[in-house]
């Protein structure tokens, strides 16, 4: 069994924070011992025994933490059991249909064997941050798009597999 699990995430607003932190919470349930951290903060990977990595999405490419996290630790990664996850279609088109990786984190799978990959929900509120983030607000499209169960029953996919190794 896996001793000790990283959950690593890039995040603007916070909420892709709040998805790191729900499946944290889950693998902790299930017995492993879990940190959960901004990417920008992690400077060595050698600890762990295995890898979550989650980005918002923006314009088409991850939060750019988890790009530069990934690029920085590829070698330990490739040893390691990885599994992305990415957040953000504002529309419920992520409880909808299963929504594959963007390119630039679909290279970056294929590259470390990373297990697998899920786009969750989004979520933009009041108050967040980005001329951009803003402008989605005012036009009335902004929303909380986060799919919490399905956020939990990936994490227990995850601890179940990291219980077989």
């Excluded at 940190?35 to 600890?47: F, G, I, K, L, N």
């Excluded at 890898?51 to 330990?76: E, I, N, S």
């Excluded at 064997?113 to 786009?119: A, I, Y």
Aim: proline letters at 4%.
């Amino acid at each position: 069994m896996t001793d000790t699990v990283l959950v690593t995430y890039g995040t603007t607003n916070g909420s892709t924070a709040e998805i790191a932190e729900a499946v944290a919470d889950v693998l902790r349930k299930s017995g492993l011992t879990v940190e959960s951290r901004p990417a920008r903060s992690v400077t060595s990977v050698s600890r762990y025994d295995a890898v979550v990595v989650g980005g918002g999405l923006y314009a088409g490419r991850w939060h750019k933490d988890a790009r530069r996290f990934v690029r920085r630790h590829p070698a330990v990664l490739a040893e390691r059991p990885v599994w992305f996850f990415s957040s953000g279609p504002l529309d419920a088109s992520a409880s909808e249909r299963d929504i594959p990786p963007v390119a630039g984190v679909r290279r970056a799978m294929n590259r470390l064997d990373v297990r697998d990959h899920v786009t969750f929900g989004g979520c933009l509120e009041e108050g967040a941050k980005g001329r951009i983030a803003g402008m989605i607000l005012r036009s009335g499209k902004g929303g909380d798009f986060r799919d919490f169960g399905a956020i939990e029953a990936w994490a227990q996919d995850i601890a179940g597999a990291l219980a077989r190794t």
